[in-house]
């Protein structure tokens, strides 16, 4: 496995209404995590959001070496299942060498559980959970 350098990941909303889609982005490094969200249609409700967060520490660089070994394995998934009405989540890692390497999926994240736990270790405490990482775990079961 060659040195994964970055991890980009991309979501958007999917099937539904206009005033509620979106398209999202996680960036990371081994020193930093960013976040951008783009509304279709920008409303009260639905605003734009962008945070960066950059940090020396070594406990974020450990996970960011644990979501790089995580993400590797999901670009390398031998199965291409879909499900429809689902946005389209993209990961795209930059090695060391500037190659890159993307996978689309349409998935739920529930797919992707246990790499998303380790990024979102990796988000600011102050900050909203990235749309792109959410999974059934993030949702309140009692509605």
Do not use: H
């Amino acid at each position: 496995m060659a040195d994964i350098f970055r991890i980009v990941i991309k979501g958007g909303s999917g099937y539904g209404p206009v005033d509620e889609a979106f398209s999202d982005k996680v960036t990371i490094d081994c020193d930093s995590i960013r976040y951008e969200y783009t509304p279709v249609v920008e409303s009260e409700i639905n605003m734009p959001r962008k945070w960066t967060y950059k940090t020396s520490s070594p406990i974020f660089q450990k996970l960011f070496r644990e979501a790089a070994a995580a993400v590797e394995v999901i670009l390398n998934w031998e199965e291409e299942p879909f499900v429809t009405d689902l946005g389209v989540t993209s990961f795209t890692v930059t090695y060391a060498d500037k190659t890159k390497a993307t996978r689309d999926f349409i998935l739920p994240g529930d797919d992707f559980k246990e790499c998303f736990a380790i990024i979102k270790q990796m988000v600011p405490g102050c900050e909203y959970t990235p749309a792109v990482l959410l999974t059934s775990d993030d949702y309140d079961e009692e509605g």
